[in-house]
Nanobody, 124 residues
Framework: QVQLVESGGGLVQPGGSLRLSCAASGSPFGANDMGWYRRAPGKQRELVASITRGGTTNYADSVKGRFTISRDNARNTVSVQMNDLKPEDTAVYYC??????????????????WGQGTQVTVSA
């Protein structure tokens, strides 16, 4: 069974930094796209950053220049380094990965998986 396990959230002062990491396990195949989403209180979930297996990245405008996403294909992990954090970055952050899983006798099917969420609070 595929699982995504996140780590690294917490409380930080404005201007501080945090690093979130996520490890995928349970599939014999490497992940396709991986990324981070967040949901702030009273708001919809939004994409923070994503990265393809080849390393192409995409960022929300609100985090460009402050956040850096990276991945290790050999370990099936994805991380996001968050610098210059602002109070508006406060949210629950979720790891997402599109992972092929065995399907039928010889095929595979890509499915989306989510981590359990980790709280990031930016406050003085």
């Amino acid at each position: 069974q595929v699982q995504l396990v996140e780590s690294g959230g917490g409380l930080v002062q404005p201007g501080g930094s945090l690093r979130l990491s996520c490890a995928a396990s349970g599939s014999p195949f490497g992940a396709n796209d991986m990324g981070w989403y967040r949901r702030a209180p009273g708001k919809q979930r939004e994409l923070v950053a994503s990265i393809t297996r080849g390393g192409t990245t995409n960022y929300a405008d609100s985090v460009k220049g402050r956040f850096t996403i990276s991945r290790d294909n050999a370990r099936n992990t994805v991380s996001v380094q968050m610098n210059d954090l602002k109070p508006e970055d406060t949210a629950v952050y979720y790891c997402n990965a599109n992972i092929p899983v065995p399907w039928g006798p010889t095929g595979t099917r890509p499915l989306d998986y989510w981590g359990q969420g980790t709280q990031v609070t930016v406050s003085a």
